[in-house]
Nanobody
Framework: QVQLVESGGGLVQPGGSLRLSCRGSGIIFGFYDMAWYRQAPGKQRELVAG???????DYGDSPQRRFIISGDSAENTVYLQMNGLKPEDTAVYYC?????????WGQGTQVTVSS
């Protein structure tokens, strides 16, 4: 059974950084396009980083340039490094693994940016 488990969320002050992790079981991330999404209360889920194919350590930058997705194929873990956090970044963050015919989500981890 496929399972994605996010961790690393929490409360951070504006301007701070967090690194989220997404560990997979029953799935090999190197065969999937990996991405991070977020959903704030009352808003639609949106893409924040990726998609990027696994098998390499550095997947590249997000369009916002504050969020960087990377991965460790040996650990079957994908990370989201978030820098310069703002209150509007407050949301539940989800890891996603996608390929043709398959789409998997984690349960999400809460990130709250507040002073």
């Amino acid at each position: 059974q496929v399972q994605l488990v996010e961790s690393g969320g929490g409360l951070v002050q504006p301007g701070g950084s967090l690194r989220l992790s997404c560990r997979g079981s029953g799935i090999i991330f190197g065969f999937y396009d990996m991405a991070w999404y977020r959903q704030a209360p009352g808003k639609q889920r949106e893409l924040v980083a990726g998609p990027a194919r696994g098998g390499v350590t550095d997947y590249g930058d997000s369009p916002q340039r504050r969020f960087i997705i990377s991965g460790d194929s040996a650990e079957n873990t994908v990370y989201l490094q978030m820098n310069g956090l703002k209150p509007e970044d407050t949301a539940v963050y989800y890891c996603n693994a996608h390929r043709s015919g398959s789409d998997y989500w984690g349960q999400g981890t809460q990130v709250t940016v507040s002073s």
